[in-house]
């Protein structure tokens, strides 16, 4: 003979596992909506800062629990994750719709092709069949481990004008960056406050100078003091220059967090639009964050970007391309 269950019990268990319930919701919707007002509110602070680095996925999980609500008919919680879902796409319009400069018209254009390879890439083939593809006219590099720098004629054997940084000694492997181009190069006094390397190119534009920088991480993996300091370095590195100016490389920051908008704001330069994302590159690209970056003085514009091949690395690589602003 089974023992009755009281129906009290049930409604007792009901009702918790409803409350647990309700309280996930909560949860769920709380915590973007608070991402996003963080983000909106341009607070400087190092909590807000890197909360802000990863609107762009929270969007996109958000948009998900919004439809799988609607899947299960959770009707007036859907409707509740409209409001995160609204607050993160304004969060997000300037990363990927940023204050751009128009194209002149008929003007030539240059292809630029920008990669962290990530120090301890092996995949040599990888790269290289990256670079091929992307058939860029000038490509910028940072991340070059032991492995990788010594096969850089394999690498960017057609491109015969270099500008190499010297070896850069770091805790996990010692990397140098490169400027390869297909237009003659003059090298740019290099900082030794961060890892960067800076020519000016002869292009069918005039002259370009192009930096590829790699800025150390956020906090709480380095201090938070630390890509700010680099930042201002970067731009005492551009202070004095008179051609316009293309930096690219591996910032650790989307455009409309920090340290982009510091770029924007204290050095006046542009970012190309940030979507797809570009790490982790394990990941589906559109779920990713842009910390890979192309910034460029108003006095070019950008006709297009889109990722590159993958390398082997953990980043996607981002080709772009630019030409002369409209007057």
Sequence with gaps: ?????????????????????????????ATPTFMALLAISGMRNQYADLLAQFTAPALF???????????????RWATAA?????????????????????????????????????VRNRDLDAIAASIRQADADVVMLIELGDATAPHLDDLVGDYPHRIASPRINRPNGDVRSVIASRYPLVALPRPDTFEAVGATAMTPLGPINLVSV???????????????SQTMALDAMLQNLSSPVVVA???????????????????????????????????????AITIDQVYASPDLAFVSRRLGRPTGSDHRPVVTEITRAAK
């Design 214 to 228: 790699h800025l150390t991480r956020p906090w709480p993996f380095e201090e938070s003091w630390g890509q700010i």
């Design 249 to 287: 490389g591996d910032f650790n920051s989307v455009s409309n967090a920090r340290i982009g908008k510091m770029v924007q704001r204290d050095i006046g330069l542009r970012p190309v639009a940030g979507f797809p994302g570009t790490w982790p590159a394990a990941l589906p690209s559109p779920l």
């Design 1 to 29: 003979m089974t023992n009755p269950v009281h129906p009290e019990t049930q409604a007792s268990f009901a009702k918790g596992i409803a409350w647990v319930v309700r309280l996930l919701l909560t949860g769920l919707i």
């Design 82 to 118: 409209v409001v995160p879902v609204a607050l993160l796409l304004i969060s997000v319009s300037s990363q990927w719709f940023p204050t751009a400069s128009r194209p002149e018209a008929g003007a030539p254009s240059v292809r630029l092709y920008s990669a962290n390879l990530w």
């Design 61 to 75: 999980a958000t948009v998900g629990l919004a439809l799988l609500l609607l899947l299960f008919r959770q009707r």
